[in-house]
């Protein structure tokens, strides 16, 4: 069975961090990109960040750059959002996905549940 079970997220003061995960079985995690996308009330679905599954490379949306950091460790199966400087624009639920196809590819893949993250001003 495919899981992807997304953890850390919570409540925090704009300024503050959080570090998410995503633990990934049930697949050849290294086979796959993964990314993470987040879902906030009234807005579209935004990418927010991938990383690569060969390379390592990283991508991030504009709004993120410089305040968070993708990376992987693929002897644990494990994805790692570490999201600084937090701003209330950042309140959404997150959400990892597994992508076959790269980085650059659509969202098509394994999706987790997700976990909120909740930004006060």
């Known amino acids: 069975e495919v899981q992807l079970q997304a953890s850390g997220g919570g409540l925090v003061q704009a300024g503050g961090s959080l570090r998410l995960s995503c633990a990934a079985s049930g697949f050849t995690f290294d086979d796959y990109a993964i990314g993470w996308l987040r879902q906030a009330p009234g807005k579209e679905r935004e990418g927010v960040s991938c990383v690569g599954n060969s390379d390592g490379s990283t991508e991030y949306t504009d709004s993120v750059k410089g305040r968070f950091t993708i990376s992987r460790d693929n002897a644990k199966n494990t994805v790692y959002l570490q999201m600084n400087s937090l701003e209330p624009e950042d309140t959404a639920v997150y959400i990892c996905?597994?992508?076959?196809?790269?980085?650059?590819?659509?969202?098509?893949?394994?999706w987790g549940q997700g976990t909120q993250v909740t930004v006060s001003s």
């Open positions: 996905v597994a992508k076959p196809h790269g980085c650059a590819s659509t969202w098509l893949g394994y």
